[in-house]
């Protein structure tokens, strides 16, 4: 079960995943896109994320549009907005954690039958508020200190043990999961 407001906890036995690209400097974004271009990195988050939900803000959801014109494929994409937001047949929109959560829990079970995670895959509005209930963050580390404007929040690295580490060329596929309390 994950809770993210006691007063309504959403049932699921799926793990939460974070999963994020950080430069040395804590910028994951700029201009709406990531200031570098790391194909192993794409393929890293392609071959783990695939066949699951994903719940993103908005705005990381309209820089992916705009790259590729539809939404990640093989995914659903559960988007967090305020809008009244058009979204095609893999997409849908949520108001609120919860909501987004709802929804993930649903596409899991209905389209993705191996689903045994959701992930939460940003912006920086989007980790903060989930951070706490993330059981699972999955990190590529870029050793590299772009300008930005937007940087992944604060968090409690004494909650979570650092359980594998892959270290590449200028950059580490970092994984850490949170500490049974
Ligand atoms: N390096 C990485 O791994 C990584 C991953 C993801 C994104 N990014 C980068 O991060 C940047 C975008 O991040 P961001 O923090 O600016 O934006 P964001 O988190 O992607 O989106 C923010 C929007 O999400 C909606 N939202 C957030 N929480 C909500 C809630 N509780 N209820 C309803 N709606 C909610 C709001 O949309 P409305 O305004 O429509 O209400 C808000 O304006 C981009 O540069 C992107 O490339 C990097």
């Known amino acids: 079960m994950t809770a993210i407001d006691d007063s309504a906890p959403v049932e699921t036995d799926r793990e939460l995943v974070g999963i994020v690209a950080v430069a040395d400097n804590g910028v994951i974004g700029k201009d709406g896109d990531m200031p570098w ?25 309209e820089g992916i549009l705009e790259a590729l014109g ?13 809008r009244d937001l058009e979204t095609p047949e893999n997409a849908v929109t949520a108001r609120s954690l919860e909501e987004a959560l709802e929804a993930a829990e649903t ?3 209905e389209r993705h039958d191996a689903a045994d995670r959701i992930f939460v895959a940003g912006g920086a509005t989007v980790y903060e ?13 870029v050793h590299e ?16 043990d650092d359980v594998s580490r892959d270290d590449r060329d ?7 999961v949170r500490r049974s309390s």
């Open 129 to 141: 508020q989930f951070l706490s209930a993330l059981d699972r963050l999955i990190v590529t580390e």
């Open 145 to 160: 200190e772009p300008d930005g404007d937007t940087y992944f929040p604060d968090w409690d690295r004494a909650s979570f």
């Open 170 to 176: 200028g950059f580490a596929f970092v994984e850490y």
């Open 70 to 82: 539809e939404p990640l494929p093989g995914r659903t994409t559960v988007v967090l907005t305020s």
């Open 37 to 61: 271009h790391i194909p192993a990195d794409l393929k890293h988050f392609k071959e783990t994320t695939m066949d699951h939900p994903i719940i993103m803000g908005r705005v990381t959801y």
């Open 107 to 109: 596409a899991a079970r």
